[in-house]
């Protein structure tokens, strides 16, 4: 291929997978968020925020108010919903392809912005959604607007950095101007810019940023008082680092293996150019120039420390910093390919992409054959033709554009089996699609959905059922809330016997084998132990004694 051609490549297969993947369901947390979003539409409330008609208060409003109107305009349409979300991160692509270069050049900036748009971290999100799927998008456009300020000194850029780092406070709170301000602060910090350090307009973005978290602000307050506000500002983020609020994972090192798939395929590239932008920081003693940056070190670094110290840890909350991995890994990749002093690595990542390449093919081959045997032959001819290409590509002479392509056809090839194959697959054993589509068939109206004990909790249940109930915990839950004869229920082992201990008479309207999608133990994903770690659920009805 000649130069950049992969780039028409990632564009075509970036669109392959992601269409894909429109199809796939949402369960857990990123259908919680939806359903906050239609009960926003259904209550005509879209400041006091609610699930399961119950007060929340766990994130800010932006990405609840995006699913209300894409529910107002399409139904509750979950594909109409993702599209939205997959539309508005492009946003986010483009501002990394935009920062990229201006802190570098073009083509670093092509490249960072095709690492950052077809990695697994990236499409794998866009499945599950969650508010850091979101921020990404914010606070790239953010740091990108305060980079061209402090480089070209136009004023609507100050503020437009400003607006995007109010609305990554709307997204998922105070995070959001800690990996900004550590981008930007750090910068100007250790390129001695004093003058932009105490700017006077950094008074006059205080109270922009105010205003536009204002409804969030005002929703915690009208339903939590002043513990909401402090549960914004203090609580959801220091409670997690402490794990006084949330979180028991001591792991230091788990952000490092986190970036081994987030950033895949692309993490030898992320790993060694963080590395070496570390390195070369290091070497010049301070010594640095016009041309340095430290935009991306400086919020990769701060999250690494902040996030790896903290109890609370999970894979999505590193979305924020993959775009300025990202960035780094294209610099680097650059570098590494052009200059001779390199030559030793070149064949060291060359060895390393071709395992993780292969791995990425025998990864999906294995699924595709022997977890969840594939039948349908458009999909087979798609993954041949994306294999055929795999295995063509290997035979080019050893060079940067080889590698980008054959990596890009192995994470396709990867991916498009996940969203084709593998989630549908699993999404046949989370029960609770199945319970919604008979509660749809067969409720009338009137009758409700509810979910009955923790083991149960499956925020799907009240998503995709056409008239969603309550989240009752315990049997003292269920008493107060008191559903009426003709509510039905989806729960476990444990409800049945809370049930059972009240007299509670029901009718059994469904017994499902249940294995949750986001649990994927060996012996479950092997076909002859499968059937040995599935659970059982209930779905019940609630009869008149």
Not at 148 to 161: C, H, P, T
Not at 253 to 274: E, K, N, R
Not at 319 to 342: D, G, R
Not at 351 to 358: R, V
Request: aromatic letters at 16%.
């Amino acid at each position: 291929m000649k130069k950049e051609k992969w780039l028409l490549l990632g564009i075509l297969l970036y669109l392959l997978v992601n269409i894909a993947g429109l199809f796939v369901p949402i369960v857990i947390n990123a259908a919680k968020y939806a359903q906050i979003g239609r009960e926003m539409l259904d209550n005509g409330n879209w400041i006091n925020l609610t699930i399961g008609e119950e007060a929340y208060d766990q994130k800010p409003p932006l990405l609840f108010w995006i699913a209300a109107l894409v529910f107002q305009v399409s139904g509750i349409s979950i594909i109409s919903y993702k599209a939205t979300i997959l539309i508005i991160s492009l946003a986010g692509v483009y501002g990394t392809f935009k920062l990229a270069s201006l802190l570098y050049d073009k083509r670093t900036g092509l490249l960072a912005a095709f690492m950052w748009g077809t990695c697994l971290g990236y499409v794998h999100f866009h499945n599950d959604i969650h508010t850091d799927t979101l921020l990404v998008v914010p606070v790239v456009l953010a740091i990108w607007q305060y980079a061209a300020y402090f480089k070209e000194n136009n004023n609507y850029q100050f503020y437009l950095g400003t607006i995007f780092t109010g609305l990554g406070m709307l997204t998922k709170g105070p995070v959001a101007i800690v990996i900004i301000g550590a981008a930007v602060g750090l910068h100007l910090l250790l390129t001695c810019n004093f003058k932009a350090i105490f700017n006077y307009r950094w008074l006059i973005a205080v109270p922009i940023v105010l205003i536009l978290i204002l409804p969030a602000l005002w929703g915690l307050y009208n339903q939590f008082g002043m513990e909401g506000i402090k549960f914004y500002f203090w609580t959801n983020n220091f409670g997690r680092i402490s794990g006084s609020y949330a979180g028991h994972n001591t792991d230091l090192f788990f952000y490092l293996h986190t970036t081994l798939y987030m950033i895949a395929p692309w993490a030898a590239f992320g790993l060694v150019g963080t590395f070496l932008q570390i390195r070369e920081k290091v070497q010049k003693r301070r010594h640095f120039t016009g041309e340095d940056e430290f935009y991306t070190l400086g919020a990769i670094l701060v999250f690494l420390l902040i996030n790896s110290l903290a109890k609370a840890k999970n894979p999505h909350y590193e979305l924020v910093i993959l775009p300025l991995i990202s960035i780094l890994a294209a610099h680097w990749a650059y570098m590494i390919f052009e200059k001779t002093n390199f030559a030793k690595l070149r064949k060291i990542l060359g060895l390393i992409h071709l395992f993780t390449g292969s791995f990425l093919m025998v990864f999906a081959g294995i699924f595709l054959i022997i977890v969840f045997p594939e039948k349908r032959i458009w999909i087979w001819l798609i993954i041949i033709l994306l294999a055929g290409a795999f295995f063509y590509v290997l035979t080019w002479k050893n060079s940067l554009n080889k590698q980008l392509t054959y990596l890009v056809l192995a994470i396709s090839v990867f991916l498009f089996t996940l969203n084709t194959t593998i989630l549908p697959a699993l999404s046949k054993y989370q029960s609770s699609f199945e319970a919604c589509s008979i509660f749809n068939e067969k409720a009338k109206p009137g009758e409700k959905l509810h979910i009955f004990t923790q083991e149960s909790r499956y925020w799907e249940i009240f998503l995709y059922s056409k008239n969603y109930g309550r989240y009752m915990i315990t049997s003292e839950d269920f008493k107060q809330i008191n559903p009426p004869a003709n509510d039905w229920l989806f729960t476990g082992r444990e409800g049945i016997k809370q049930l059972t201990e009240m007299k509670v008479p029901v009718d059994t309207m469904g017994v499902f084998r249940h294995n949750s999608m986001t649990r994927l133990p060996l012996k479950f994903l092997n076909p002859k132990t499968r059937e040995s770690k599935l659970k059982v659920r209930y779905l019940l009805k609630l009869r008149k004694n």
